[in-house]
């Protein structure tokens, strides 16, 4: 059964007004269960990821002053949330989760973490809802184990993966694919080994046709031991800061091309949920619940 993993019992403080949709998670959780796509078991709290281990990836001043709470306030604006101790506790246990199921999903062929995806995440600094970012950080305990060499990234956000890509420019071992929104934030790109940006208001077709296209053509020049996917909620219609117009069952089919792909060409893959801003917050949960029910008919045996 697939192995997922939730850091959504560990909630930080918010402001009343805040467009964060913290309480995505805990519903997710949730539904998860009640609709038996996963026994609770299945569910797993993920540990913290150490400050050596963030530091794989993030400078030790940025590591260092967010745990001491000592980032500017111009630095907090920039990342979008207060800082509280509680925040440090979630932010270590959202890269635990992918670090966890990125090593569950070289065993099983597919894993998931409830949370992550936080791309907006910088070496040396946050931004956009993001701290730390899990994917970059879980891509280099894999290398370092020696149990992956060549990683990509597939990021269908529809915000682009700014940090992501910032943080492997030049690397060659780690392909960052992106489809997201053209005029959407961040405004200032950064770019990947391969951008497709996507004009306002792109629907299920056009959208679909792409990614059929280009997926395909992106794992080839690839050549990837693993691959973590982005599953962000956001290209939704009725997304708050989306500015396209999937609807539920093109990002079900989105998802089934991603996963199905990687099925077939035997590469494991890791799930994050990325964003989501649903003007109902149970349609981002409807649509992160959709990916998880796509993964879980989608388990390889070991090695396949
Ligand atoms: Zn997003």
């Not at 560990?10 to 269960?33: N, T």
């Not at 207060?82 to 925040?87: D, I």
């Not at 791309?119 to 931004?127: K, M, P, R, T, Y």
Request: charged share 25%; glycine share 10%.
């Amino acid at each position: 059964m697939l192995r997922l993993w939730s850091s959504a019992r560990y909630v930080f403080p918010l402001p009343a007004d805040h467009r964060f949709p913290i309480e995505k998670y805990a519903r997710l959780r949730e539904r998860v269960v009640e609709e038996g796509l996963v026994a609770p078991e299945c569910v797993h709290e993920p540990a913290r990821a150490p400050l050596e281990t963030l530091r794989l990836v993030h400078t030790a001043d940025y590591v260092d002053r967010f745990f001491n709470g000592r980032l500017s306030s111009a630095e907090l604006r920039h990342l979008g949330f207060p800082w509280s101790s509680a925040l440090v506790e979630r932010s270590q246990r959202a890269v635990g989760g992918t670090i966890e199921a990125a090593r569950a999903a070289l065993e099983d062929g597919i894993a998931m973490n409830l949370a992550g995806g936080t791309h907006h995440a910088f070496a040396d600094h946050g931004e956009g809802f993001c701290v730390f970012n899990d994917v970059a950080v879980a891509t280099r305990i894999l290398q370092r184990e020696g149990r992956v060499r060549r990683v990509a990234i597939v990021d269908l956000d529809v915000h682009q993966g700014n940090g992501t890509n910032a943080i492997f420019a030049g690397d060659v071992d780690v392909f960052t694919f992106s489809m997201h929104g053209g005029r959407n934030y961040p405004f200032r790109k950064v770019a990947g080994s391969l951008d497709v940006e996507l004009a306002d208001g792109a629907g299920d077709d056009e959208y679909l046709t792409l990614l059929d296209d280009v997926l395909p053509r992106a794992l080839t020049r690839a050549e990837p031991d693993f691959v973590f996917y982005l599953a962000g909620a956001d290209p939704h219609e009725g997304d708050r800061l989306g500015r396209l117009r999937l609807t539920f069952d093109g990002l079900a089919r989105r998802d089934a091309i991603v996963i199905d792909r990687c099925r077939e060409v035997g590469i494991p893959v890791a799930i994050t949920i990325a964003g989501g801003y649903g003007r109902d917050v149970a349609d981002t949960v409807r649509i992160h619940l959709q990916t998880v029910r796509v993964a879980s008919g989608a388990r390889m045996p070991h090695g396949a």
